[in-house]
């Protein structure tokens, strides 16, 4: 358990807090997209009830992602998988985006990258918490309720 513990604080962990929202994400993902969030706040639809959704089942995202720039578009595609937050579990369930733009620059890149996580984390609902509960169940962690706010 001490393991588990020590792996899960090691991990780069960001906040986000939608504009007109109490409620905060956490998500973790690498340097470069935390830099990006950070300076973008989430923006999607149903942000009050995923938020609230992670924050009652004690969960954070973790968000895995790719962008580039080829000769004919510039691309970004975006994982979304929720785990626990104390604790290197995740779910085996994931919400997966990709957006493309026949713009190839690199701020077109980065608009891409915002929209993809934003679609992404609208797409979380409660197969992705049940998911998590499957694996918490198997390793012995504490299960968390499914909240009914979230689709």
Known sequence: ???LLLLSLLCTIGM???AGSNCSIS?????????????????FDNYQEVCECLKSANAKVNLRYT????????????????????FP?????????????????????VKLLIGAVNDA??????????????NRKKMGVKIYPVSSNIK
Not at 121 to 127: C, E, F, P, T, Y
Request: hydrophobic fraction near 35%; glycine fraction near 2%; charge should be negative.
């Open 121 to 134: 984390l609208n797409g979380i609902d409660q197969s992705d918490i049940k998911g998590l509960n499957e």
């Open 67 to 86: 962008s580039a720039i080829s000769n004919q578009q510039a691309t970004a595609v975006v994982i979304a998988v929720v785990e626990d937050i104390n």
């Open 1 to 3: 358990m001490k393991k």
């Open 89 to 109: 579990i995740a779910s085996d369930r994931y919400k997966r985006s990709i957006w493309s733009s026949p713009e190839r620059t690199t701020a077109i890149e």
């Open 27 to 43: 998500y973790m993902s690498d340097d470069k997209l935390i830099d990006i969030l950070k300076k973008n706040n989430f923006e």
């Open 16 to 18: 986000n807090v939608s």
